[in-house]
């Protein structure tokens, strides 16, 4: 009998992987990020997704993270594991030891490199959800794989398969997250779908949909987890003026390409001991960029990151 019952939902930070420079894993920088991220109220954690750097790592380091990473939280708050590969076998072998080592679901991207017809995908889906058991959330990212999880498609597995529970559903078209919520939602009203970009957080709830895992909640949380509760208060007010924050926030992402590393130079500047080191072929923020990023998170937030926001002139220390 497949696992099915564990809920997801809310904002849940897809957690950037903490390393050395060497490649190895920070464990103490992680295990700050993770304190500080339960301390902000967020609704689960989301290890080894993009932002995680899973696309650059070995699977021996995956594991050693999806490992350190179940432990430390210790039950605290849910917990997701990238585990998608461009292989079925080796998503498998990932997903059982997600599994193993105590991981509440696995989210699932599609096999990238190849362009897979929707017969593959579909079947590649089938044999992962009858060998894994733990609820399964699709990672919906066709800017990287080159293919779209049609509402579709997701509708038939979830016919198919009870552990399949829900979408990540990073798209630059709300129409697409709609046609998801709709279609799929309309069968299997606790779908969990979830918005990837993470503007289209206030769109996904007013829509039905479960909530958001945006990169951005891993340094400014209290935009995303505001916008969250202030929506299910009733608070819609609070709910627009923080996503018209969070709107503006996302800049930080034209810094770079890709763009974990800006992303670990703002928690840093949060003050969270962490170090900003990346998986080759990113490199660490430069300071071009470093000042650009200070800029962007005083105009804004009113959260001091790390220097003195009462004086402009401290921008340039």
């Not at 849940?12 to 109220?41: A, C, H, Q, W």
């Not at 129409?175 to 769109?203: A, C, Q, W």
């Not at 951005?216 to 299910?232: C, D, H, N, R, W």
């Not at 608070?235 to 810094?255: C, D, M, T, W």
Request: glycine share 8%; proline share 5%; net charge negative.
């Amino acid at each position: 009998m497949m696992e099915t019952g564990k809920q997801f939902y809310g904002i849940i930070p897809p957690v950037p992987t903490i390393l050395f420079k060497e490649g190895k894993l920070d464990r103490k920088g992680m295990g700050n990020l993770i304190d500080y991220l339960i301390e902000s109220n967020v609704n689960g954690l989301f290890f080894l997704g993009s932002g995680g750097e899973f696309s650059q790592m070995s699977a021996e380091l995956r594991k050693e993270v999806a490992e350190f990473a179940t432990s430390y939280v210790n039950g605290r708050v849910p917990v997701l594991i990238g585990t998608g590969t461009p292989g079925t076998n080796e998503t498998i072998a990932l997903s059982l030891h997600a599994k193993k080592v105590g991981a509440d679901g696995v989210v699932i991207v599609n096999p990238y490199y190849f362009k897979l017809t929707e017969e593959s995908i579909f079947q590649h889906y089938c044999e992962i959800a009858e060998n894994v058991d733990l609820p399964i959330l699709f990672y919906n990212y066709p800017e990287l794989t080159g293919v779209d999880l049609s509402p579709e498609l997701v509708l038939s597995l979830a016919e198919r398969y009870p552990n399949i529970v829900g979408i990540k559903d990073t798209v630059v078209s709300v129409g697409h997250t709609r046609e998801m919520i709709t279609t799929v939602k309309s069968k299997f009203p606790d779908f969990m779908v979830f918005s990837g970009y993470d503007d289209h957080l206030l769109n996904n709830l007013a829509l039905g949909g479960a909530g958001s895992i945006p990169l951005t909640s891993t340094f400014a949380p209290e935009l995303s987890v505001g916008i969250y509760q202030a929506f299910k208060q009733g608070n819609y007010g609070k709910a627009i003026e923080l996503h018209q924050k969070l709107a503006s926030i996302i800049r930080v992402y034209k810094l770079d390409s890709p763009f974990m590393n800006v992303v670990k130079a703002a928690i840093h500047l949060k003050g969270v001991d962490i170090s900003t080191e990346c998986l080759a072929p990113v490199r660490s923020a430069t300071n071009a960029q470093i000042e650009e990023l200070k800029k962007i998170l005083f105009e804004t937030t009113e959260v001091k990151y790390g220097f003195n926001y009462s004086n402009k002139e401290d921008l340039n220390d």
